[in-house]
């Protein structure tokens, strides 16, 4: 399945956190979210085949990276204290869209 | 733009009472619908999915749901819901056309399973 580290962290406002995902074996999609909490998930980026083709309202800040070993990542710079929240990696293949999760990372900024 | 509303935020029944869970969604195109659930602290599972063909969708755990095109609904149900059932439940939509945009859920609800 879908695995992500770390579980969870914690960083001050202003630094700069990278999380990463490790995909479903042969998924060639991967997408990420921002669930901050008593919400629903909310879409940041997908990435399919290392080149990003479709974003959230997100800014520029949130950035990604995926490699050629089924692996990803999350980079997020310059934290705000609104960015604490649960973020959730799913991969997928085809074009039924169907997700899936891993367990998330918490993120807290203090 | 898409966008999903579950109309309930929480939702109380007793053990062994049927149970539905509303989800209206808005777009202007052919449409994926999905249904996850949200054990705490963990992340999402799924639970059923419309692509195309029958209205009547069967899922895990003994949820269905049943697409209505004209009341842009989804609504998911269970005959009979377990201690178990206690979770988060999130409705999504994407766009039939290959997904770029990811999914959009809404905001989810809490489905409080009484003994």
């Known amino acids: 399945g879908v695995t992500q580290s770390p579980t969870h962290l914690i960083k001050t406002r202003g630094q700069q956190v990278t999380l990463r995902c490790s995909s479903q074996s042969g998924h060639n999609t991967v997408s990420w979210y921002q669930q901050a909490l008593g919400q629903g998930p909310q879409f940041i980026f997908q990435?399919?085949?290392?080149?990003?083709?479709g974003r959230g309202n997100f800014p520029p800040r949130f950035s990604g990276l995926q490699f050629p070993n089924d692996s990803s990542e999350l980079n997020v710079n310059a934290l705000e204290l609104d960015d604490s929240a649960l973020y959730l990696c799913a991969s997928s293949f085809g074009e039924d869209n169907e997700q899936f999760f891993g367990p998330g990372t918490r993120l807290t900024v203090l | 733009a898409q966008s999903v509303t579950q109309l309930d935020s929480q939702v109380p029944v007793f053990e062994e009472a049927p149970v539905e869970l509303r989800c209206n969604y808005s777009?202007?195109?052919?449409?994926?619908l999905f249904w996850y659930v949200q054990y705490p602290n963990q992340g999402l599972q799924l639970l059923l999915k419309y692509l195309s063909g029958s209205t009547l969708v069967k899922g895990i755990n003994g949820f269905e749901a049943e697409f209505n095109k004209s009341q842009t609904s989804f609504h998911l149900r269970k005959p009979s819901v377990h201690i178990s059932d206690t979770a988060e439940y999130f409705c999504?939509?994407?766009?039939?056309?290959?997904?770029?945009?990811?999914?959009?859920f809404g905001k989810g609800t809490h489905l409080i399973i009484q003994p």
């Open positions: 999504a939509v994407s766009d039939s056309g290959g997904g770029a945009d990811g999914l959009t």
């Open positions: 990435y399919y085949r290392k080149e990003e083709n």
């Open positions: 777009s202007s195109v052919s449409v994926y």
